[in-house]
């Protein structure tokens, strides 16, 4: 009888975890899969430790995170990137479970936005070529945020903001306060004259209401469920914001 009871309560300790697992928030980042840095012949993607320091802050708050990129497949990365050694790069440089989900990931077009409660937007240079405008984008990212769901994009990720629209046809980041990479972060790293377009200037276009802070500082804005960051400084905190909306 004793044994009975204790594989009962096992049964029951198995089923509570597996139960509390399910209910944790399901998160889906999208990478860039653009790698041309313009007419330069040299090569971009995204940037390596704006997806590890959200990442992780998702995983060890228990969140469920699978990983999109536009094309699907192995994500390019920019090697620049590669040169950052902090602690949290060097702890995905250890991590096969993390490095097989940028090297395998799922292609947006196939992604059911009804499994999510949040979309994070990865930046890097590649974004700012082949996020704005993308259907998939609006369709996966707009169903999110239309079901209560929390949009999010740091540095160059806020490209996807870029004639994004909800389901009824309105743009989602119109009327919106928001941040990302600054023209002058961008001219900083020289390369206002190699990307097709400004992305503060764009954003301010399209009826953003855009703030900044002092160049290459964390600064993240929250409104409502968008949630943004300026650049890769910001890409932890951008991960905690946006545990905070969904805990």
Not at 10 to 23: D, I, K, M, Y
Not at 216 to 224: C, K, R, W
């Amino acid at each position: 009888m004793k044994l009975i009871k204790t594989f009962a309560l096992l049964c029951a300790a198995l089923f509570l975890s597996v139960t509390a697992q399910a209910e944790q928030p399901r998160v889906l980042m999208v990478l860039t899969s653009h790698s041309a840095m313009g007419d330069t012949g040299e090569k971009t993607g995204y940037w390596l430790g704006e997806f590890t320091h959200p990442y992780y802050v998702f995983r060890d708050a228990g969140l469920q995170v699978d990983v999109a990129s536009i094309e699907g497949g192995e994500a390019p990365i920019d090697a620049r990137s590669l040169e950052e050694s902090d602690a949290v790069n060097q702890r995905f440089h250890k991590d096969d479970e993390a490095q097989k989900l940028v090297a395998n990931t799922r292609k947006l077009s196939s992604v059911d936005p009804a499994g999510y409660d949040a979309i994070v937007f990865v930046g890097g240079h590649g974004t700012v070529w082949d996020f704005p405008g993308n259907d998939d984008i609006s369709r996966v990212a707009g169903s999110i945020y239309a079901n209560d769901g929390v949009v999010a994009a740091v540095c160059h990720g806020p490209a996807a903001l870029l004639d994004l629209e909800l389901p009824d046809g309105s743009s989602l980041v119109a009327g919106k306060k928001v941040t990302g990479f600054t023209n002058e972060e961008e001219a900083a790293v020289e390369l206002t004259e190699v990307v097709p377009f400004l992305l503060e200037d764009k954003l301010k276009e399209q009826g953003a209401t855009f703030s900044e802070e002092q160049p290459f500082s964390s600064h993240v804005v929250v409104d409502e469920r968008l949630v943004t960051g300026q650049n890769p400084q910001s890409a932890a905190d951008l991960g905690k914001a946006v545990v905070k909306l969904l805990k």
